[in-house]
């Protein structure tokens, strides 16, 4: 295998190309798993029967009047599987509960001849429950200590010492809200059985590898009994990286005990009260700095409230404890985490999994403490970077930190800061409701998945004997562009134009014991998987072409479908008469590719080694204007610089970017899961089921100018030909955006006070900040020691 980032001449990556399924999607004619029901006959329906508490335990459960419905052909309960009654990895998730968890646990399944006369059903069946004592906040269970998993800590020096000496020292909380994934497909899955009781599960699922393991389980059978493919996704975001396990483990089981196909899809409702969500976290904090604004030392401890069972819990949580750094050098530090057990849905993998929960922590800090110190935040921020040399708390080189600073730079020059500063102060001069403000933050973020073990794939390349070429890898696509990448890393592998190669839905008989599409590795891991297999059926077409030539294999080369030798300019060969000349010489076509990530170790219990191939870098400057009114704001301009190394696909890359941003914006601005936290019968029910009561970003909260660059002459060895991963570091860049809200709420008050600002800040969140900066009282800015004591938490 060539070097992996070497580019050959006229490479198809780094092409601005749409995606590949653009025309599909824009048109409507793109198949999901739903579209694929209509295809078979005889399918039957599957619906939840949902339970009306947060904690309860089922004392009775009697399905014959379900039976009685017409239409309704079986009901599924835990008498029914033959194997391990439960959804997840850790076998703390039954399938078919006896002890409910949270309000709108699934107890049992309806399988009806019609959706409606599996509702029905489900209404006819009579459930007796004893309810039980329920945990729904993060406060409420650290104050009766309910946890579960692990307890990681990150530590290096003597935070205590450190603390000690540092000639400002502040402290404070702040707990923070999750996010709904709200995917426009929500969880599908549709199963039938062949002829020889192969199970085939067609799913919408970012980790086909795992859903067939757990199908597997539940059904008593061995993995190669059962076949998933996912065609596409409408979106995942992490939300389908574990959650879809045990929704086609239950079609499975419909599937195999009725013969019947079975097609389980939720509707939204059921979709948002039944399916985890990204992770909402406390911290408590203690930071250390000297005279001239440089951290000395953290102390701090993070709580994340993990739900019902630990999903993914436990490495989101080391995750973010791994980020809480951010760009930032911090000599002594000591971070803690701990996983709150609560009756609230099982949170799981969300775009960044816990690293933008570990940077907000550090950037609210920062953020808070910029005017106590009398430092301007971006110049607070800038004097913290890592430079060359340093090292992380958990023990790894930050290697390019150099980076920082340039993009730093060059986002200062590329948005022209300091002219728009002068003009944002005389704007503020002038205005005594509306203020504006610019606020600029840096994003520092590890590559590869912290298991070591899930960084490899694998891939499986078809050259046809008339030349096109076929290619099917273990990543799945979810609208992120992955499938156009890795065709454009094909074709340049091979030396044939793009549209030689398509690429084929992802399924485990083809591509065997893949890791999840997800820790932003996917054009990585399936990129160096998709070039192995290629340059292996080059090594032997070179042989062909060297002995029609009379050259060294090594001096052959392949561009744009045609096949010349290094110099020569009046010889070549067709890469398709080339193909049907080695076809005839018994050469092989195809080949099976593996990647492997290098360099890489990790000890989980130590937290201490290189988790990550290498750090993403970007850094984003948003500008907002803010009504004391109402609290209301606008974004009138967000500049991006990110480094994404020699991009595969600029265009691709640039959306990734775009929308990375404004779901950040929209987890840190907007979106509020709120919960019925009464004692009244409805606790724990969650009040924002819908688009209705859940505020998503739309275009009214877009940036009105919106300029994204990519960072320039950053290419990264050891990657795929020189590319970066794009998929969740642009997601932290909208730190700049809840930072410049605070750095406007400053401007009502004094300025020289913290701003405490709730996370989401909503417009509420921000009209009250605003009404507490106007009331600031005149708080001394020189104590060596003070107390933050943090934004009023948001509701569960």
């Known amino acids: 295998m060539t070097s992996l980032a070497t580019r050959p001449t006229n490479p198809v990556v780094g092409l601005p190309l749409s995606h590949e399924s653009a025309d599909l999607h824009s048109t409507g004619a793109a198949l999901y798993t739903d579209d694929l029901v209509v295809r078979h006959q005889n399918v039957l329906h599957a619906w939840p029967v949902q339970a009306p508490y947060a904690h309860a335990r089922v004392t009775s459960l009697r399905t014959g009047p379900a039976l009685n419905v017409p239409g309704v052909v079986r009901v599924l309960t835990a008498d029914d599987v033959p194997g391990v009654n439960d959804a997840g990895v850790k076998h703390d998730e039954p399938l078919f509960p006896s002890e409910v968890m949270y309000y709108g646990h699934a107890i049992c399944w309806v399988l009806g001849e019609t959706l409606e006369a599996a509702r029905l059903g489900s209404d006819a069946i009579e459930v007796e429950y004893e309810p039980l004592a329920s945990i729904l906040t993060l406060q409420e269970a650290i104050t009766h200590g309910s946890y579960q998993g692990h307890k990681p800590v990150v530590s290096r020096g003597d935070a205590a010492a450190g603390l000690e000496k540092a000639d400002h020292v502040f402290s404070g909380e702040f707990e923070f809200g999750g996010q709904e994934h709200f995917y426009l497909e929500t969880h599908c899955s549709f199963v039938h059985v062949d002829e020889g009781g192969q199970v085939f599960v067609q799913c919408s699922t970012q980790h086909p590898s795992e859903t067939q393991e757990i199908v597997a389980h539940v059904l008593g059978l061995n993995s190669h009994e059962v076949t998933v493919q996912c065609l596409r996704m409408g979106g995942g975001f992490g939300g389908k990286e574990m959650q879809p396990h045990g929704l086609a483990a239950i079609a499975a089981l419909g599937a195999v005990l009725t013969g019947r196909p079975v097609r389980l899809r939720l509707n939204r409702t059921q979709d948002i009260t039944m399916s985890g969500k990204r992770h909402p976290f406390h911290a408590r904090w203690e930071a250390g700095f000297d005279s001239d604004g440089r951290i000395l030392a953290l102390d701090a401890t993070l709580t994340s409230d993990g739900g019902w069972s630990l999903d993914l819990s436990e490495p989101v949580l080391a995750r973010a404890l791994c980020h809480v750094d951010n760009s930032y050098f911090i000599p002594d530090i000591h971070v803690q985490g701990r996983i709150a057990k609560t009756n609230k849905t099982s949170q799981t993998a969300f775009r960044g999994f816990g690293g933008p929960q570990g940077m907000l922590v550090i950037e609210d800090l920062l953020g808070r403490c910029a005017p106590l110190l009398g430092l301007d935040p971006a110049e607070l921020r800038r004097r913290n970077f890592y430079t060359p040399g340093q090292i992380t708390p958990y023990g790894q080189p930050v290697r390019h930190a150099e980076r920082l600073a340039q993009i730093w730079e060059t986002l200062n020059e590329r948005a022209d800061i300091f002219r728009r500063q002068e003009e944002i102060a005389a704007y ?369």
């Open 428 to 796: 503020n001069a002038t205005h005594a409701h509306t203020r504006r403000a610019l606020a600029i933050t840096p994003v520092k973020f590890g590559i590869s998945f912290n298991f070591t073990a899930f960084n490899q794939a694998g891939a499986l390349v078809h050259v046809y004997k008339d030349g096109s070429v076929l290619i099917n890898h273990g990543g799945t696509e979810m609208g992120q562009g992955l499938h156009t990448k890795m065709r454009q890393v094909a074709a340049t592998a091979l030396g044939v134009p793009l549209d030689f190669v398509r690429l084929a839905p992802t399924r485990t008989d083809k591509v065997p014991n893949t890791s999840a599409t997800a820790a932003s590795s996917g054009s990585d891991l399936n990129g160096g998987a998709v070039k192995d297999a290629c340059e292996q059926i080059s090594e032997r077409l070179a042989q062909v072409a060297a002995r029609k030539m009379n050259i060294h294999p090594d001096d052959v080369r392949f561009v744009d479908g045609k096949v010349t030798g290094i110099g020569f300019h009046d010889q070549e060969i067709n890469f398709t008469d080339l193909v049907s000349d080695a076809y005839f010489q018994r050469i092989q076509l195809w080949a099976a590719g593996f990647f492997r990530t290098e360099g890489l170790h990790w000890d989980s219990t130590r937290m201490q080694g290189e988790p990550f191939k290498y750090f993403a870098y970007g850094a984003c400057a948003a500008e907002v204007e803010v009504d004391a009114f109402t609290g209301a704001y606008r974004q009138l301009r967000t500049d991006i610089v990110q480094d994404v190394g020699d991009s595969l696909s600029p265009l691709i890359d640039v959306g990734q970017i775009e929308g990375g941003f404004v779901q950040g914006a929209g987890w840190l601005t907007l979106e509020q899961l709120l919960w019925d936290e009464s004692d009244g019968p409805h606790r724990g029910r969650l009040a924002t089921q819908s688009a209705s009561t859940y505020k998503l970003p739309s275009f009214s909260e877009m940036p009105e100018e919106f300029n994204v660059h990519l960072f320039e002459k950053a290419t990264e060895d050891g990657v795929v030909y020189g590319s970066k991963a794009v998929g969740e570091p642009p997601f932290m860049l909208a730190f700049s955006l809840r930072e410049a809200l605070r750095q406007a709420i400053a401007t009502y008050g004094r300025g020289t006070a913290a701003v405490e600002l709730s996370s989401p800040a909503t417009p509420e969140a921000v009209f009250w900040a605003i009404q507490a900066a106007k009331d600031s009282s005149s708080t001394s800015t020189t104590v060596t020691t003070q107390t933050l004591a943090g934004a009023p938490a948001p509701a569960h």
